[in-house]
């Protein structure tokens, strides 16, 4: 046999129905909410505590006071010092990660289900007992600052600071990291972390999920067990705010000497409640979701500019960016940019094709069980969606829209949301060499700043 | 315990094939037996080059569809290329499996009548710009390329990445890329990994139906022979670049994949800097405070030797000297004391929990398994990874970390400069 024989292409068979995984809700006396997912088959458990503690909630001037109390949570308790803390959780083979966000603060332990009764007991007493011992303080402070150091030298970090800070008006947490600047860094001390503790983490705020199969474990009763014991309280509540938008305009971080220009063109997006949501994630799947997209297509499969170029909408709790983000060869840096700006004016102008809707909405739909095969993933959306102020069956509700989004609602939503006097652009990139190139693209009023 | 079935097709293929039930979709993953080490000196980068060639259409399939198609039922999909082996793989919706196996079918076996000029000048130029995305436009990007060219001489295969040189990928041909497809992709090279919402004799037949038609061809060529031991003495090289600290970045080679040898280099590299209980963390990052960040890792390699790294990046004004000599001074410590009973308890313990996490899905288990079958001609070893680790005693990781000393390491050292980038 030398010829080679090829098949006929085979059919695919229409997907079977999906539906988020349902759980189990119920709240302890002391006001802890517990949300429970069932899921058979997963070796390993997954743990979410999420805090209803939005970075706006940071105290006038001290950036980053929730964000890094939280990271100081699991750094000394009243049982452990760090060291052992962090020995105790490894003794038991559990991976602990706290993430803080705009939205609020997420511990995650992720442990093999037969070991989940002795390392609950571990993320009750952080969120219960924390000491915020003042070394320990210092140093996660220290490690932010120098943190905040080495993401302005990541062309991409540096970008998306730089686009934050001009798409939103400077009122707006949103415009500042979520572990603060150098300035408000500097001003936090031991005494205001520790009454910021004592004034918003009480059950009252949180929601504990957990997902997994818990066959032959008595779930419930560790978590009584364990969360039993956290008295309630009388939190001060922050409400999620609004940010407000403003026109970014184009901006060149200077970081000279740069083989590639990172670009992040972006504006103020929205966030999942919007009730066009899914007609403007079709509309930026078509626009840049893809390797076939527009943006793609003509970027990197045709012209070879880049390695990737990527459009979306970025939600927060409350609003959110719509970024077209990509790295192309400094060389192009003018021609990339048009190009760019050339495809976005066409879908704006002409909308989407039936096609481009058919292939986004397949996707969007198609790929939930793909998406959500295991317990951590399912956690982690539930625990995203709790943050977000979104419904259980958010996604069965998304999905729902997305059947009914056509072609013209998608170009209709989509224009609306992003206009052209709005997007403004960062480039990280070699000042001296792009500048000119930029201005021969059409895009002039430029601000250059230092990397 | 899952289920693994392992059936040998004709023509040489080896299917591998684990039902699971718990989501309605299917994972494959088609290892080939060929990577960076398989490459001749002035085409360093043509096994990653040719990974982006195989998404360029094949003798069914146009240019571009296969990412359309696959993506348009909900798949998600990539390859990666390494040192000794590249990859390809897809998780579909359950109804789309066989559309999955048909499109990897079709670039085995017709590759070669897509490929154009055009499309491998465009996928030159992105495989350029990964290349000044990953590595040259990254603060300490090319650490890794510094590491295996000192820690390996120029004849070895693994002295340089897969991601190549850009003189070498302008230099690769068309013919280059056709001569690389018929020595190395075909099915006696490849092993084809199905996990997932199929039986095992749905599967198997699939893949007996899609691939059968494709034959054997010639055996691939062996690459040299790249057995080495440790590096005799630390070979070491101190760079100055604006990058945003100072760090120590060190290698070792280390005993090959397969071997306990290996699975005690790892248990070592695990107590030493693996984690926040780690010696190395609590050590710099906790109690004197020299570093923002620690961490290590085996690469398991087949090609004669692994290697190890770790990773150490000072905090701002630390004194680069005095973590130096902190490094140093664990490193022998563990070389020559080992670990006590309960850092070995949590080096098992973490390597576990990443093990679960790394095949948790479909698609990692599909990886594992294909990674045991190409390389090791039995995927059945996926079962016994966390048994084999949790055997190796404390002795064995003191004697693995007897070559994890000092004096044995390639060290890049990174000093901070002002202005421009390069």
Known sequence: MTEVTFQPRPDVAPPAAWRFPGASRRVLDNGLTVVRYDLLGRPLTSVQLVLDLPSNGDPDGLDGATAIMARTLDEGTSAHDGAAFAAALARCGAAYGCWTSHSGVRLELSVAVAR????????????????????????LVKQELDGLVSRRATPTSRARMELLARCFDPTSRMSRPVAGTEQSLARLDRKAIARHYADHVCPGVATLVLAGDFTGVDADAAVDTAFGPWPAGEPERSAAVDPVGTRPGVTVVDRPGSVQSVLDFGCAGVDRRHPRWAELSVGAYALGGSINSRLSALLREEKGYTYGIRAQFVPE????????????????????????????????????????????????????PVRFQTADAVARQAAEQFLDELPPDYLDRRNA?????????????????????????????DAERIVGPLAEAGVSDVTVVPA | MRSIEQVRLDNGLRVVVSEDDTAAAVAVNVWYGVGSRHERAERTGLAHLFEHLMFQGSANVKAGEHFDRLQAVGATLNGTTSFDRTNYYETVPRGAFELALWLEADRMGGLLEALTQENMDNQRDVVKNERRQRYENQPYGTVHERLFALAFPESHQYHHLPIGSMADLDAASLDD???????????????????????????????????????AGPAAPEPPDGTVGPLPDQVRQDVTEPVPAEAVYSMWRLPVDGSRGADASELALQVLAGGSSSRLAERLERRE????????????????????????????????????????????????????????????????????????????WANALAHFGCLFGDATLASGVVDRLHAVSGAEVRQAAELLRAERCARVVYHVAEGAVA
């Open chain 2, 177 to 215: 890329a056709a001569g690389f497809f018929r020595t190395h992709y075909a099915p006696r090279n490849a092993v084809v990994a199905i996990v997932g919402d199929v039986s095992t004799d749905e599967a198997t037949a699939a893949a007996k139906r899609y691939f059968g038609g494709i034959p």
């Open chain 2, 289 to 364: 405070q020299l570093a923002r960040g620690v961490g290590a890792g085996l690469s398991r390699l087949v090609g004669g030797t692994s290697t190890g790294v770790l990773a150490v990046t000072l905090r701002l004004g630390a004194d680069l000297e005095t973590t130096e000599a902190v490094i140093d001074e664990e490193l022998e410590r563990l070389a020559s004391e080992g670990p006590d009973d309960d850092e070995l308890e949590r080096a098992r313990a973490l390597v576990e929990h990443d093990w679960l996490d790394e095949t948790s899905d479909y698609a990692g």
């Open chain 1, 317 to 368: 709790r409350r609003g959110g960016l719509f970024i077209v983000s990509s790295a192309v060869d400094a060389d192009v840096t003018g021609p990339a940019v048009a190009d760019v700006l050339r495809v976005v004016d066409g879908q704006l102008a002409s909308g989407i094709t039936a096609k481009e809707r058919d292939d986004a909405v397949d996707f969007m739909l198609g790929v939930s």
């Open chain 1, 116 to 139: 989940l009764a002795t390392a609950l007991p571990l993320l009750s007493e952080a969120v219960r007992t924390p000491t915020f011992p003042q070394d320990e303080l210092d140093r």
């Open chain 1, 401 to 429: 829209a997305l059947r009914e989004v056509t072609a013209e609602s998608a170009s209709t939503a989509f224009a609306d949301a992003v206009t052209r006097d709005d997007l403004g652009l960062v480039v990280v990139g």
